[in-house]
């Protein structure tokens, strides 16, 4: 068991693991987030079940399996950079197949994409559930979102985001099994495929719930009459 926690084929495993773990988070945030396109009276409903005591249970596991997605990244990355005496990406059994602009970028991406949390942390998080622990009236979660994305600069500032996550789990998604060991020739080229159209859907939601978002803020498209 202490060879998980100290050896390369350990911390990858861990990092896939953790990996995989916060894709399925993602899918259940961006549904969620995406009912608010279709009506935003489901919207609140939506949200109400993210307030639920099982889901409150699930928020410092998830927390707690990002920061340890961190740590060994990070982790990894020095290591790599001790062995090969500059800046690649972690070692993996095929370089060919990881041969790619993402791949040779995954932590610079990791530390974009940790700055986009940040920086949701402080739009949503921190009125809604963070709210809710601490006993005050959490915000209307269609009111904050029409209030962050009708700002068009904080848009562009998501959506840069969201490219960076496209990025990093279009790598992440495939190297994520190839890591678990489904890593054969058929199987490597049908999760790449598999890993583009996952986070081509995820990203793809994300992006046309800012987008809608903004539009309705500013006037372009109609609210529905629901606020």
């Not at 993602?26 to 969620?32: G, Q």
């Not at 707690?64 to 990894?76: P, Q, R, S």
Request: charged share 10%; glycine share 6%.
């Amino acid at each position: 068991m202490a060879n998980i926690f100290t050896s390369s084929i350990g911390k990858k495993l861990i990092m896939s693991i953790t990996g995989l773990f916060l894709i399925l988070f993602l899918t259940l945030h961006m549904s969620i987030n995406f009912v608010s396109v279709i009506s935003p009276a489901d919207f609140e409903a939506a949200c109400e079940f993210m307030a639920l005591p099982i889901v409150s249970i699930m928020v410092p596991i998830l927390a707690a399996g990002f920061v340890i997605h961190i740590i060994y990244a990070l982790i990894l990355t020095i290591l790599n950079l001790k062995a090969r005496g500059g800046y690649k990406r972690y070692a993996v059994s095929n370089k060919a197949a990881t041969d790619s602009w993402a791949a040779r970028n995954m932590i610079v991406l990791g530390l974009i994409v940790l700055l986009g949390i940040a920086l949701h942390l402080t739009d949503f998080w921190a009125d809604m559930q963070l709210k809710e622990w601490t006993g005050q009236p959490s915000a209307d979660p269609n009111e904050l979102m029409y209030a962050t994305f009708g700002n068009i600069c904080i848009t562009i500032l998501y959506i840069l985001w969201f490219a960076a996550i496209w990025f990093h789990l279009t790598h992440g998604f495939w190297s994520a099994f190839q890591t678990i060991g489904w890593n054969n020739n058929i199987w490597l080229k049908r999760w790449k495929v598999i890993g583009y159209v996952v986070a081509t859907i995820l990203v793809g939601g994300f992006v046309i719930v800012a987008v809608v978002a903004c539009c309705r803020a500013n006037g372009w498209l109609p609210i529905p009459s629901v606020l």
